[in-house]
């Protein structure tokens, strides 16, 4: 079930209302059943891995607490990541074996494939549940008795498909002394899942159309649409993630969880290192904790720690795909950071020579707009079927003439003018509110002073785009979202 299906609205509805009839001490029960319905209505069998990793973390979780043990929690790991990996890597493991052994003189892996299918959701409940283990090992967490508690956590359903990735030191706390009903809370948290769909059918739908349209025939394309099949990719990835983390947080803060958010208007960042701590922030911390630090973070010298950051991103890139282009994407963004982190010092001491002050407007912009160049770039290995389908595409952006900027197909690049014109009225008003985004509680101060008539036909005329587009076809709409597939 996705968020934007038709039957998660009486789903979402039948949750709410037995969350809040269940004493607050029980409501982990109403999250829980919610959760396993939620995840399992489409194919009850991809529950039985669910089961599995929930019952390894919760058996690991009361053995560390006992026996806390580097060698115990390194088994329990490394088990609940095995389960990620033989599911999501046997086969592209089987053919680099099968490569190498071909150069040996040896075939033995040729056309051997293992038939396992990753269930959906599996990175994300994989890392959520180490992140328990490593919460009890590393931070104190007293483990949690209740199995179906825990199970709840694990299985939350507003996370569990894409993120945001819960901390269980945040989140098991919240199950066992949920907060209670607070209407300008609930109001508030419905407003940012509205805002969500809103971004999943009006913007990400129209964006969806033009990058399959550029990347439909990539190797045919030519002139300026190598650029716009970049750039559309580029907001896609935001919009469409971003969606669904406001959706996931109005859920959970509907249910009255508090979970953080996943993004902090990234492509306002003015280095890649800023763009990183603001993108996908909950993969970010994860990483950071079970990777970064215990490879030895920044504390072993500069050499040591730009080894970690690379690894870090090769193990990123990894993640995202069994495929070498998502490991070139990895170690190109892993290079990018490492090298602004170098010239960095370098970069202050120009500024000081030329009597700039980098932190003025003008400057500022040029760092965003490089900021986003390079990752946009990046981003051409993380969308493209192949590393050579991305070099292509990026060998056709430097070859693009300014005359191919005024071709007036482009207006039809959506199917129609009327269209393309939507799509860039719906880019529009995403980029303003993303960039106001930090100024959310003196917005919504300002709404809630509103007479009650307004609010309400403010959130009606939302709700009725959100049906318009659906219905009339103004988004194609894709009830997937991208990061479904990770």
């Known amino acids: 079930m996705s968020f934007t299906e038709l039957n ?37 069998s991809i529950v039985k891995v669910l089961v599995i990793v929930t019952a390894l973390t919760y058996i690991g979780g009361l053995i560390l607490e006992k026996y806390k043990k580097k060698s115990i929690f390194r088994v329990f790991f ?56 490593n919460d009890v090992y590393r931070k104190g967490l007293v483990a949690e008795k209740n199995p179906i508690r825990y199970a709840a956590y694990v299985s939350f359903f507003p996370v569990i498909l894409s993120g945001p990735i819960q901390k269980s030191r945040e989140l098991l706390p919240q199950l066992k002394e949920p907060d209670a009903f607070n ?31 550029c990347w439909s025939n990539w190797n045919t394309h030519t002139g300026v649409y190598p650029i716009i099949a970049a750039i559309a990719f580029s907001f896609y990835i935001y919009c469409d993630f971003s969606a669904y983390s406001d959706m996931a947080c109005g859920i959970s803060r509907m249910l009255g969880f508090r979970v953080r958010n996943n993004f902090r208007n990234p492509y306002m960042a003015t280095s890649l290192t800023e763009f990183w701590n603001r993108w996908h922030m909950s993969l970010n911390d994860w990483f950071v904790e079970n990777v970064y630090i215990p490879l030895g973070g920044n504390r072993k010298g500069k050499l040591r720690k730009y080894i970690n950051v690379m690894l870090v991103f090769l193990f990123s890139g990894a993640w995202h795909g069994a495929s070498m282009h998502f490991v070139i994407w ?13 010239l960095a010092p370098f970069k202050k001491r ?53 005359v ?21 009225v719906a880019l529009t008003i ?45 988004a194609e709409i894709n009830t997937q979202f991208i990061y479904f597939q990770f």
């Open 404 to 424: 191919d900027f005024f071709n007036p197909d482009l207006f039809m690049i959506c199917g129609s003018v009327t269209k393309t014109f939507l799509c860039i």
């Open 330 to 342: 990895g170690l190109a963004n892993g290079l990018l950071q490492i090298a602004g982190q170098i």
């Open 8 to 44: 998660f609205i009486p789903f979402l509805v039948v949750t709410l209302t037995l969350n809040y009839l269940f004493p607050p001490k029980y409501r982990y029960i109403v999250i829980f059943a919610a959760s396993y319905y939620f995840y399992g209505l489409g194919d009850i």
């Open 78 to 133: 490394w088990a609940n990541l095995g389960i990620l990996f033989v599911l999501k890597y046997s086969n592209f493991a089987l053919g680099w074996m099968n490569f190498f052994a071909t150069k040996a003189g040896c075939s033995i892996f040729t056309g051997k494939t293992i038939d396992l299918l990753a269930p959906i959701g599996l990175s994300f409940y994989v890392f959520q549940s180490t992140n328990y283990l």
């Open 350 to 402: 120009v500024y000081s020579l030329i009597g700039v002050d980098d932190r003025c407007f003008s400057i500022r912009m040029l760092k965003r707009a490089g900021v986003f160049f390079f990752i946009t770039l990046t981003w051409l290995f993380f969308r493209a079927p192949g590393t050579s389908a991305a070099l292509s595409v990026i060998r056709s952006i430097f070859m693009t003439r300014p």
């Open 430 to 474: 995403f980029i303003t509110v993303q960039i106001h985004r930090k100024d959310t509680s003196k917005y919504y101060s300002s709404f809630r002073a509103q007479p009650i008539l307004f609010q309400t036909l403010f959130a009606g005329f939302m709700i009725l785009v959100i049906v318009m587009a659906s219905v009339a076809g103004w």
């Open 183 to 213: 209407a300008e809370y609930f109001i508030r948290s419905f407003m940012l899942f509205l805002w969500g769909f809103l971004e999943k059918v009006f913007v990400s739908g129209k964006l969806k159309v033009i990058v399959d349209t």
